[in-house]
Nanobody, 127 residues
Framework: QVQLVESGGGLVQAGGSLRLSCGAS????????MGWFRQAPGKEREFVAS????????YYTDSVKGRFTISRDNAKNTVYLQMNSLKPEDTAVYYC????????????????????WGQGTQVTVSS
């Protein structure tokens, strides 16, 4: 059974930083693409960043490029999202997600490509 558990959210002032972590269990972590999404109140869940299983190539939505960095530590079964220069519009619940198929390079922006989701962690950025 695949489990994803996010941590690291909190309240931060604009311009500050947070580092989110997502621990995975239940299968061989290294063989799967991983992604981060977020959902603000009253809005759709949106793609933030993803990282390939094969070569650790990364993808970002335009609004976070240059500020957020996704990375993975396969030895620790963990994916990270380093968030710098945070803005009030980054306020949301952040979810990590992963594909159902191993050795598969999913379309990173498409929610339906991700089969497993964590419970989310709240990030609040005050102005």
């Amino acid at each position: 059974q695949v489990q994803l558990v996010e941590s690291g959210g909190g309240l931060v002032q604009a311009g500050g930083s947070l580092r989110l972590s997502c621990g995975a269990s239940g299968r061989t972590f290294a063989n799967y693409d991983m992604g981060w999404f977020r959902q603000a109140p009253g809005k759709e869940r949106e793609f933030v960043a993803s990282i390939r299983w094969s070569d650790s190539n990364t993808y970002y939505t335009d609004s976070v490029k240059g500020r957020f960095t996704i990375s993975r530590d396969n030895a620790k079964n963990t994916v990270y999202l380093q968030m710098n220069s945070l803005k009030p519009e980054d306020t949301a619940v952040y979810y990590c997600a992963t594909a159902s198929r191993s050795y598969y390079s999913l379309d990173p922006h498409t929610k339906s490509e991700y089969a497993y989701w964590g419970q989310g962690t709240q990030v609040t950025v005050s102005s």
